[in-house]
């Protein structure tokens, strides 16, 4: 007899390669299921909603995980929250254990992931205590235009442009929410809330926006490069440090099983998030 | 024929042995007098505004250098700045490089240092991003409790209760300003501004207030222990990696030299600053 737990965590991406196990290779999957493994060997892999690349770092991932009802009825959350955070080391901070609704998936219940990316594009304003994830950015950006931008992404389309194409997958993907805005005055914010995302669009959806943002293209560039559906070589991926998961977003507790069964049955894709 | 220049940084602390050159050390000062010293070797030491500890950050820390005229006139500001960037490693970065007003002293000419500290109280929100600047502490503070006490600092005190005594130097300061508030709900941001600080000053009033904000002291106690003015054991030094120089006061240019002579004169102390 399991019990599904859902664990929220975060994370200083630099150094892992990512998300995802790899042999061989330091990821934080890796680390919460190793620390996982030092609870109870029995316990299995975690699902987690976005699958960040290496260097991305989350405040607010979400997992799923089995783990055996005596374990869960023993320890409780508390306990079971301050062994995660022995057993991993500083880059990660699990902030909360509990049982999950009933038909939860991490991945397939989530209605929308938000990710941000932030950029410092005044060097005399440059941060030496947030370099592990701010971009520094060498032309001055105007968020306005940005803004206006970012502001035809809405909706679904095509994000081919954006995505490293992978056979079989498709680019298609519901973009709900985008914000750009000065932090302080000297960090610039772009935020993006989609369904999911394909592997790299934030990063290149950042580097189409700052083009723009230095006047070097046009906010109509956006929507060619949405029409265009295609892979653009002129679109800059920006680096992974300054991307972070911010958050994901669940139905209520009683629809999370009936949103799991609807997302596995519509992608066919198999959907990068 | 020298020039005096001012010099603006900032610098993730970590891994630095503190402001002052020690021998066989890594520390800011070292680092920046070897840059300076690649682009001239005739270039001398440095002074700076603030001697932050082993760990201690700064965003606008201030120093002046002596450099010889030729040396200013022929490269200018922008080529400076660029080379001092391009000379220090990543956890230093140089704002600005400017002629000094005259009789300019980065330490003796300061009116006044602000520095803040801050501590992360709800695990919960705790953020790994954050962590070599924010200080995780256990139990919930009560920040009304602490602004309270806080308040009590303002005014010229003989600080001996938070300061590491040194032969013959004064413990008496001047707060000028002090602010307790929370910076997103979950970390408490506690600031400072003082003519001057004592070693493990801030870090110490910091403790003091740490153990009112929890309850288990009253914010009468920090008038008990400025009255008092002796070292007080029960008074915790809070960890370095907390603390930041933000800024450095000084009059208008007309007056750096006046005040210069002004302090030098007054503190009989050899005063940390």
Redo the contacts between chains.
């Keep these: 007899m399991t019990t599904r737990l859902v664990v929220t965590l975060?994370?200083?991406g630099s150094g892992f390669a990512g998300w995802a196990r790899q042999p061989h290779l330091p990821t934080v999957q890796g680390a919460l299921e190793s620390a996982l493994q030092v609870i109870d060997p029995s316990i299995g892999p975690v699902t987690c909603a976005g699958r960040t690349d290496a260097g991305v770092?989350a405040?607010g991932q979400v997992v799923h995980v089995d783990v055996p009802a005596r374990l869960w009825e023993s320890r409780g959350p508390q306990r079971l929250l301050a062994q995660l955070n022995r057993l991993t080391d500083?880059?990660?901070?699990v902030?909360?254990v509990a049982e999950a609704p009933t038909g939860f998936d991490a991945r397939f219940s989530a209605l929308s992931r938000t990710y941000s990316y932030r950029l410092c594009d005044d060097p005399?304003?440059?941060?030496?205590?947030f370099?592990?994830?701010v971009t520094m950015h060498r032309r001055p950006l105007d968020t306005s235009l940005m803004a206006v931008a970012a502001e035809e992404l809405v909706g679904e389309h095509d994000f081919a442009a954006f995505c490293r194409p992978r056979e079989g997958a498709s680019t298609i993907r519901r973009i709900v929410r985008t914000d750009v805005h000065r932090d302080g005055g000297r960090r610039v914010v772009v935020t993006l809330e989609a369904d999911a995302f394909c592997h790299s669009m934030v990063r290149s959806v950042v580097g189409a926006l700052a083009a723009i943002g230095e006047g070097r293209r046009d906010p109509a560039w956006m929507v060619q490069l949405l029409t265009a559906a295609r892979r653009d070589s002129r679109v800059m991926v920006m680096p992974p440090h300054g991307l972070?998961l911010e958050s994901v977003r669940y139905p209520s507790d009683d629809l999370v099983g009936e949103r799991a069964v609807l997302t596995r049955n519509f992608r066919g894709r198999s959907a990068e998030s």
Tied chains: 1, 2.
């Design positions: 975060g994370y200083d770092h405040r500083e880059r990660i901070h902030h909360s005399a304003g440059w941060d030496p205590l370099r592990g994830w972070v």
